[in-house]
């Protein structure tokens, strides 16, 4: 079991380009070329998983199929069954190559702590990674959020305005950002801001 630190920032879109000149100023380098990042989040059908990550309950979890693909569906992509955990001890992702047929999934999933979990959301969004030391940051950008009703998932997405940076260290004691970023930390969730937007769509 790995725990590490996690801190989100919000970036308005026009301030992009400020941010990457500060990732260059601190000596950040390109980990991975951008990518498409698509997954399926699972939920009670209560969303259980949404309230509890709402009031910040602990312990807590995030249920999802990710995969990295801009077709969710596509016979050719690779997934992984993945489940964030939100401990009093700290964070960490447990995860496994998912190699059922995808309709399975929308069958539903047991989970020890929620019970039945079936899909929900689909979240797909562009995502840059950069590295310094232990310090990883991620720039998620094009963040769309779609609804499934059933085993559908719909083809109108309601669009996030912001973008996500985020920085992951394993290294507990500090986390270089939050000493040095230049922009506001706000706790931000995409799958709860997901749940708000759809629903209020619907």
Do not use: H
Request: proline content about 2%; charged content about 30%; aromatic content about 16%.
């Amino acid at each position: 079991m790995s725990f590490r630190t996690e801190n989100k920032f919000i970036l308005s879109k026009n301030k992009i380009f400020l941010f990457k000149q500060w990732l260059v100023k601190n000596d950040y380098s390109e980990l991975y070329p951008k990518r498409s990042v698509n997954s399926v989040y699972l939920d009670t059908k209560n969303f259980m998983i949404y309230k509890d990550s709402l009031e910040g309950t602990i312990p807590r979890k995030k249920i999802r199929l990710r995969t990295y693909s801009n077709n969710f569906v596509n016979k050719n992509n690779k997934f992984n069954y993945e489940i964030k955990i939100s401990s009093a001890e700290g964070r960490y992702k447990k995860q496994a190559k998912y190699n059922e047929k995808i309709d399975k999934i929308f069958k539903g999933v047991y989970d020890s702590q929620y019970g039945m979990c079936y899909p929900v959301l689909n979240i797909v969004y562009d995502r840059e990674y950069y590295l310094k030391n232990k310090s990883r940051i991620t720039i998620d950008t094009n963040i769309k959020y779609y609804n499934i009703n059933g085993k559908r998932i719909s083809k109108y997405p309601c669009n996030e305005e912001y973008y996500v940076v985020e920085n992951k260290t394993k290294d507990l004691s500090q986390n270089e950002m939050l000493d040095f970023f230049i922009f506001d930390n706000k706790r931000f969730s995409k799958y709860c801001n997901a749940v708000e937007r759809i629903q209020k769509n619907i």
